[in-house]
């Protein structure tokens, strides 16, 4: 099954990016409520709204951890098991964040990769975005 991978470009810097990933309460502030902490080996979990053979609890630890640039966890929840990583890369202009989620088998994961297709779209075109803007400076 397909791997999801979406990259964008952000008129952000990388270190306020990295921040937005890693600060437990800006990440909740964007993606979900969240017990993150960037250290490799610590579990936490998201928590969203449950949906059918889905809970609303994704089970997360931090498998690399490369400031500011490179953060992969794992993302196991309902028939999930699986990967997620961010790649940032300053640019000219900003900030080119990278998204891979990888490793859905199976036919119980195809619904589910679709929803996160769609979501990280919205996660990381609108809602990230919009939520670094209320951090620039005034």
Request: with cysteine.
């Amino acid at each position: 099954m397909k791997d999801i991978e979406i990259t964008r470009d952000l008129s952000f810097p990388a270190e306020m990016v990295w921040h937005a990933l890693t600060d437990p309460a800006q990440l909740g502030a964007w993606l979900m409520p969240n017990e993150f902490r960037a250290e490799i080996g610590h579990r936490f979990t998201f928590q969203t709204k449950p949906a059918p053979g889905f809970d609303g609890i994704v089970k997360c630890e931090v498998l690399e951890l490369s400031p500011p640039k490179r953060l992969v966890i794992c993302w196991k929840g309902g028939p999930l098991d699986t990967r997620a990583s961010f790649d940032l890369m300053q640019t000219d202009t900003g900030t080119r964040i990278t998204l891979r989620h990888t490793g859905f088998t199976g036919l119980s994961n195809a619904i589910p990769r679709i929803a996160l297709g769609l979501g990280w779209k919205d996660l990381l075109g609108s809602k990230l975005p919009r939520h670094l803007a209320t951090r620039q400076p005034s």
